[in-house]
């Protein structure tokens, strides 16, 4: 992690919103959700788990929607993880605070809520610290973004007191370049201005309101690594950065982008073949004769790329099969795609039924 206190957080909870559909995601969420994602061949709620743990946060709700069933079947009580998890299903979605709202019953204490598909090295720690010297009711979590269009600005005085908020201004008329980055410390009695069984949000509903009733809310500013994974473009910009070694991810470490990373021994990689760092080889994966690998590039497990195949700068999941002398750049492929031989894939994410053209932040 980068420059991140030590400090622990034992009693303190952790909601996490893993209820949306992740549409922007799409193909990829056709048939899992984002939280199953992989990032670095593990799935993306793995790293967001690491991260509370090493805080000490490890008593967890979940709180589900879209696909309930494949994410309690893969997480099932958290033990494989190290964290205790509970889940909150919503049979229709409540919203961000609706569905904190109906997880009150695992609220006792000052509690974190994190936004599902937010990587960050924000400091946990510190945030709280500021949260109760402000002895705010809600603290919010800023990030500093050069274009608000597609984000919640958040205006605050010198001191951090919250004055306003305004929902994806265009960058002529935002007041600051300060948004809301999905990570908030509460008190439990504020879910008492949540309705219940209703979809209820937090930035257009609870937030504005607990402002009219002049309750302290407070943002908190930080500078770290932040990356809201909701779209193929930054989801493929957070695999490359963490191979980069732009950030760390607690979950493995901070790589080193002159490595080549074999996830196993039980690989089979032709002498023949190159692979160029940074790059991950999941186990079971095997390289063909005259096979090249650019990176940064990760290879999910059981994948292959036949002989004189080559791959630069790409996301490839678990059990894809690159054909003979087929290209691959800048692209994302998921689970179980057969490229065929002399394919030609650039600038695109790949399903079993569906491909997508992304454009990729550099
Ligand atoms: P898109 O469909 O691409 O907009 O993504 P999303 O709805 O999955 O996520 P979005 O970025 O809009 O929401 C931020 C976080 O809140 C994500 O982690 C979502 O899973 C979560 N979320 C959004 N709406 C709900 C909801 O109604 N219930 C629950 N439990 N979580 C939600």
Redesign the pocket.
């Known amino acids: 992690m980068n420059d991140i206190s030590g400090n622990k957080l034992p009693k303190t909870k952790a909601v996490?919103?893993?209820?949306?559909?992740?549409?922007?995601?799409?193909p990829l969420?056709d048939s899992i959700?984002?939280?199953l994602v992989p990032v670095l061949n593990r799935p993306f709620m793995e790293h967001t788990f690491a991260y509370l743990k090493h805080y000490g946060v490890k008593d967890i709700a979940?709180?589900?929607?879209?696909l309930p069933d494949t994410i309690k079947d893969h997480f099932g009580d958290g033990r494989r993880f190290g964290v205790n998890l509970s889940y909150?299903i919503?049979e229709?979605?409540?919203?961000?605070a609706?569905?904190?709202k109906?997880a009150g019953e695992f609220l006792d204490n000052t509690f974190v809520v994190?936004?599902?598909?937010?990587f960050t090295d924000i400091d946990l720690a510190d945030m709280l610290t500021f949260h109760r010297r402000n002895n705010a009711a809600a603290t919010i979590s800023l990030k500093w973004v050069d274009d608000t269009s597609a984000f919640g600005v958040v205006e605050t005085d010198d001191t951090g007191r919250v004055r306003r908020f305004i929902e994806k201004p265009p960058a002529s008329e935002a007041t600051t370049n300060w948004i809301n980055a999905?990570i908030y410390i509460l008190e439990p009695d504020v879910l008492e201005m949540v309705p219940s069984n209703t979809?209820y949000?937090f930035e257009r509903g609870l937030f504005p309101g607990l402002l009219d009733a002049g309750k302290r809310v407070f943002g908190y500013e930080f500078r770290g690594y932040w990356m809201?994974t909701?779209?193929l473009e930054y989801y493929f910009s957070l695999n490359n950065d963490l191979l980069l070694s732009k950030t760390g991810s607690p979950l493995l470490g901070k790589l080193d982008a002159a490595t080549v990373y074999y996830e196993s021994d039980d690989v089979d990689i032709d002498p023949s073949s190159v692979i160029i760092p940074p790059a991950i080889i999941g186990r079971g994966c095997r390289i063909g004769s005259g096979a090249v690998i650019t990176g940064p590039a990760v290879i999910g497990p059981d994948s292959s790329l036949e002989e004189g195949a080559s791959v630069t700068n790409a996301v490839i999941w678990d059990k894809v099969r690159i054909g003979s002398k087929a290209r691959l750049s800048r692209c994302i492929i998921s689970s179980g795609v057969d490229i065929a031989p002399d394919g030609d894939i650039a600038g695109c994410a790949v399903t079993p039924s569906k491909t997508k053209s992304i454009f990729i932040h550099s």
Not at 114 to 118: E, Q, R
Request: a negative charge.
């Open positions: 996490i919103l893993v209820g949306g559909p992740g549409t922007r995601l799409q969420t959700p984002k939280s979940l709180t589900l929607n879209y909150y919503e229709e979605p409540l919203g961000t609706g569905a904190v109906n994190l936004n599902g598909d937010v999905g979809h949000m809201d909701g779209t």
